[in-house]
């Protein structure tokens, strides 16, 4: 509780959140509590090189493509080590899955632990240079054969995933996650330097007013998705207002106004990227384990997100998540 100097004595930062969840978790040996820390300061380095990036000659591109062909940016690239380097030797994981990295990354024998980590260490890369909120996605999963990891250990539906968040780099910082009880937020203070809970049990309302969408791409869209994009912008009813269009072009951005002020976020498929462009292990499965922990829906257009079964570590999927009652109007349409 804030005192009258505004100083919290009793603040929960995330560290002790999570200490709390893991002793009403019956078998929970702390060991993803130690991920998840390790996971931390990633971020906050992460944070801190974002701010300082316009005086620390951390703007433009590294000279190189990542794995899907996409340019890397000097930040993707600092990210990237960054998660690369804490997760690899905090003892808890053994294979690390990077949109950065065409091939998995394996942790050396003497520092392995039970988990597989997915992650976009950078995600918004084209916002970077003008300052626009960008953000980092990971997913969680727990090997589960013995022996030396490989991909098939983590090519599993997004229904087995243990824990999944992303951090936001915006007008402040935040990161929102989920250990499957619940979504929570918790906002980077910088006066301790450490994370403290300002959103417990996230949840997002039923229906919206919002979608989010690159709607420059209509002329490539399948005509269901335009009936759908249509139908919210002239409603039957003529006393009903149009929806209001936001989209940033960050995935972690869009997804977290979502969350908080509900409405529909849309990648969908097109003619020139068939399966889109969003990827289903590190970019639409953490965010659908997170949508549904909220209460929202999470879909292919076909199914749950989360029960696609990949086949590649890389591989894409179209994405239609958001409020309920929203993502079924769009089902009915796609589904017609
Ligand atoms: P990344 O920077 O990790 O490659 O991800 C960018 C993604 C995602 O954040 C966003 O939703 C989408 O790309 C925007 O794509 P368009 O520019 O095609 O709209
Ligand atoms: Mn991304
Ligand atoms: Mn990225």
């Known amino acids: 509780m804030a005192s009258d100097n505004g100083v919290d004595s009793d603040c929960m930062t995330i560290t002790r959140f999570l200490i709390d969840q893991q002793r009403s978790c019956p078998g929970a040996t702390g060991s993803l509590t130690l991920l998840l820390n390790q996971l931390m300061t990633a971020v906050k380095a992460i944070a801190s090189a974002v701010k300082r990036a316009g005086i620390a000659n951390l703007y433009g591109i590294a000279g190189s493509q990542n794995t899907t062909g996409d340019e890397q940016k000097k930040l993707d690239v600092l990210a990237n080590d960054l998660f690369i380097n ?20 394996i942790v050396p024998e003497e520092n392995r632990g039970k988990y597989i980590v997915t992650f976009d260490p950078l995600d918004g890369s084209s916002n970077i240079d003008c300052l626009v909120s960008i953000g980092s996605i990971w997913g969680i999963y727990e090997k589960k054969t013995p022996g030396p990891p490989t991909k098939e250990d983590v090519l599993r539906p997004g229904t087995e995933m243990v824990s999944a968040g992303y951090a936001l780099y915006g007008s402040g910082t935040m990161v929102v996650m989920s250990t499957g009880c619940g979504l929570h937020g918790f906002t980077l203070d910088p006066n ?6 300002t959103h417990r049990d996230m949840f997002i309302k039923n229906r919206g007013k919002i979608y989010s969408t690159n709607e420059g791409y209509e002329k490539y869209w399948d005509q269901k998705v335009t009936n759908y994009v249509h139908s ?105």
Do not use: W
Not at 192 to 197: A, K, N, Q, S, T
Not at 277 to 286: A, D, I, M, Q, V
């Open 86 to 105: 804490m997760l690899s030797t905090c003892g808890q994981a053994c294979m690390l899955i990077s949109e950065e990295n065409e091939d998995p990354v």
């Open 192 to 197: 301790i330097g450490d994370f403290v809970l």
């Open 232 to 336: 919210i912008k002239y409603p039957e009813d003529e006393k009903k207002s149009p929806y209001g269009a936001r989209y940033i072009g960050s995935m972690v951005a869009d997804v977290h106004r979502t969350f908080l002020y509900g409405g529909i976020f849309l990648y969908p498929a097109n003619t020139k990227s068939p399966n889109g462009k969003l990827r289903l292990l590190y970019e639409s499965n953490p965010m659908a384990f997170m949508m549904e922990q909220a209460g929202g829906r999470a879909t292919d257009g076909e199914k749950r997100v989360m029960e696609i079964e990949p086949k590649g570590i890389h591989e894409r999927c179209p994405v239609f998540m958001g409020s309920t009652y929203d993502v079924d109007d769009c089902m009915k349409f796609l589904t017609a």
